[in-house]
């Protein structure tokens, strides 16, 4: 294993940076130790197509931008990287993590993509290495990448395996404000005694998920998402058009927001009445170790109403929340609900047992049989 500060400082002494990307909990090392140190200058995005797009900026501004992502998040660059990186040859190194690599367990979202990342790389002709796990040969490797990428003048990727890097604990993140009382579990909590079980309900990647299955214990009712960060606004939308008559929730982060604000444009622009969007904000990437995320700065209820909901509203305790979700439920949408969460989970929150196949065909069937 390496140190991150090896990895890092040598790329600094090459002038490679600023740093841009999106956490994953591979590359948490790499990030905290980014963020703790200011000569190496970190840029957290929002998805790692917009990430290509400012190392892009950066890279006509003179600079050598890394890019940090989850090979989920390859998918996200894939338009960028062909169709800006590649043909205007735009120096960049990638730092890649291999989540669902073969033989190694993990979430199932990841085993597709964790068989053909390097096929990915290979057919969009992104040339890449396998990062070593010992510091002399890292430096031989990263020396070698350094002559490429100047020859070549094109992004180069460098994926990294699980246990590559040695861990390392975020110091000098964001300081999060005490006025915010109520836990991510707790607010959950109030939603689901609010609800009569006729309601669907899309709960987003990461630790939502996890804690409304356990809290709402395992409704049949609720599409728990795995992957696919910042979709389920978009997958609610989808069912409210098709189930009208049916109270859709999404229950939505802070990070996963942020990923697809877009969604929110497009929903409000249909304006379906039985829409409810709920994100519960703790300001970090909770699951990918608990990262800012630039959540913190912005008005989410005043995106939504310039969107064209009909309602939005911010909420920090347990009275509030259930007010604005009792009205949301009773009166025609759609309606926004931002709720200002602590950061943290319980560390023995468990996953849900179902397979998504099996989330699926359950969904799919109590919006078939509760209409």
């Known amino acids: 294993m390496v140190g991150p500060n090896i990895l890092l ?8 940076g600023p740093y841009i990307g999106v956490p994953c909990s591979i590359l948490t090392p790499l990030i905290n130790y980014a963020i703790d140190h200011s000569e190496t200058k970190f840029y957290m995005a929002t998805s790692e197509g917009e990430a290509m797009g400012i190392a892009a900026g950066l890279t006509l501004a003179g600079r050598k931008p890394v890019v ?11 338009n960028p990287l062909t169709s800006l990186h590649l043909i205007y040859k735009l120096k960049a190194l990638l730092l890649i993590s291999l989540r669902g690599e073969k033989g190694v367990p993990d979430e199932p979202q ?9 096929d990915l790389l290979r057919d969009m002709n992104v040339p890449f290495e396998i990062m070593k796990d010992s510091n002399e040969e890292l430096i031989e490797q990263l020396t070698r990448i350094d002559t490429a990428i100047k020859k070549n003048g094109s992004p180069f990727a460098l994926i990294v395996q699980k246990g590559t890097i040695l861990n390392y604990n ?8 005490n006025k915010y009382f109520l836990s991510r579990k707790k607010a959950i909590s109030v939603i689901a005694s609010l609800l009569t079980g006729k309601e669907a309900i899309i709960s987003t990647t990461g630790k939502i998920s ?4 356990f809290e709402n214990n395992n409704c049949e009712s609720t ?30 982060g802070d990070g996963a927001f942020l990923m697809k604000m877009g969604n ?22 909770d699951s990918t170790g608990g ?17 064209g909901f009909k309602s939005a509203e911010v909420v920090l305790n347990k009275l509030d929340l259930s007010t604005a979700l009792k009205k949301a439920l009773n009166e025609d949408g759609p309606h926004f609900i931002h709720v200002k969460v602590l950061k943290g989970a319980d560390e023995n929150l468990g996953r849900p047992t179902l397979t998504p196949f099996e989330i699926k065909e359950r969904f799919s069937s109590f919006l078939e049989n509760n209409s």
């Open 291 to 307: 990262q800012f995320t630039v959540s913190a700065k912005i008005n989410l209820g005043g995106i939504a109403m310039s969107c």
């Open 170 to 177: 975020l110091k000098n993140g964001p300081q999060k404000s």
């Open 110 to 118: 990841h085993q597709i993509m964790g068989t053909i990342t390097c």
């Open 68 to 78: 940090l992502m989850q090979n989920s998040g390859l998918g996200n660059c894939i």
């Open 9 to 16: 400082d040598f790329l600094l002494e090459k002038g490679f």
């Open 223 to 252: 599409f728990y998402m795995v992957g696919s960060m910042g979709c389920a606004s978009a997958i609610a939308f989808g069912v409210a058009l098709e189930k009208p008559e049916k109270k859709i929730l999404v229950l939505d």
């Open 264 to 285: 929110v444009a497009t929903i409000g622009f249909y304006n379906p009445i039985n829409y409810i969007h709920i994100v519960l904000d703790n300001e970090a990437h």
């Open 210 to 213: 996890r804690e409304i299955f």
